[in-house]
Nanobody, 128 residues
Framework: EVQLQASGGGLVQAGGSLRLSCVAS????????IGWFRQAPGKEREGVSC????????VYADSVKGRFTISSDSAKKMVYLQMNSLKPEDTAVYFC?????????????????????WGQGTQVTVSS
C-alpha cells in the first residue's frame, strides 16, 4: 500500500524556520517524483518544490527560491522541506505527493493533477 505522511508543521514567527518531513512507503522511491505543495484558504493548491527521486534534481517555485530547500534520505524514504525566512504568505497546509517519472521535472511543479499519491497535509502558520 502506497502511503505518504507529512509532518513538522506548526506556528512560527515571520523570519523563522521549520522543517517538514514526508515519509514514503509502498513504492520504489527512485522511480518517482516527490513534490511539496501548499494550499492556503481560498486559494488553489500551489507547487512549492519537487525532487526527482532517481537523481536528486530539484526545482522550486519562484516564491520560495532561496528560502526553501528540498532534500531526501532515500534509504529512509524521507523527503524534507527546510523552510527558512518564513513569511506570513507562506501560511498554508503543506502536502507531499508522489508522481511517476514520465515528464520533465518542471512539469510536475505546476501540475498537481499529475501526482498519483498524496499524503495528509500539515499546517504551517507564520505570524507577522
Amino acid at each position: 500500500e502506497v502511503q505518504l505522511q507529512a509532518s513538522g508543521g506548526g506556528l512560527v514567527q515571520a523570519g523563522g524556520s521549520l522543517r517538514l518531513s514526508c515519509v514514503a512507503s509502498g513504492f520504489n522511491f527512485e522511480q518517482y517524483i516527490i513534490g511539496w505543495f501548499r494550499q492556503a484558504p481560498g486559494k488553489e493548491r500551489e507547487g512549492v518544490s519537487c525532487m526527482d527521486g532517481y537523481d536528486g534534481r530539484t526545482v522550486y517555485a519562484d516564491s520560495v527560491k532561496g528560502r526553501f530547500t528540498i532534500s531526501s534520505d532515500s534509504a529512509k524514504k524521507m523527503v524534507y522541506l527546510q523552510m527558512n525566512s518564513l513569511k506570513p504568505e507562506d501560511t498554508a497546509v503543506y502536502f507531499c505527493a508522489a508522481a511517476g517519472r514520465d515528464y520533465t521535472l518542471s512539469y510536475y511543479l505546476t501540475r498537481s493533477s499529475s501526482y498519483d499519491y498524496w499524503g495528509q497535509g500539515t499546517q504551517v502558520t507564520v505570524s507577522s
